[in-house]
């Protein structure tokens, strides 16, 4: 049986690679997960990068790579 190695599948990738972690109330993480997939159907096409606090919810969100570019 082969391990999942998370910190290396976890940061390589052609197409997409995205990082989330968030602490909050269960509404407020739904909120933001929701938010973040309305950004991927955006125009501009990713969510957005960096480290968000909010009332109840504290987010990070990482896209070292998206659409095979390096950010």
């Not at 052609?14 to 509404?27: A, P």
Request: some cysteine.
């Amino acid at each position: 049986m082969e391990t999942v190695k998370f910190h290396e599948d976890a940061v390589k990738g052609n197409d997409c690679v995205l990082h989330v972690s968030m602490q909050g109330s269960k509404d407020k993480i739904l909120a933001k997960l929701e938010e973040m997939v309305s950004q991927i159907k955006s125009p501009y096409g990713k969510p957005y990068q960096g480290c968000v606090s909010g009332f109840k919810c504290t987010a990070h969100v990482i896209t070292p790579i998206w659409n095979g570019e390096e950010y």
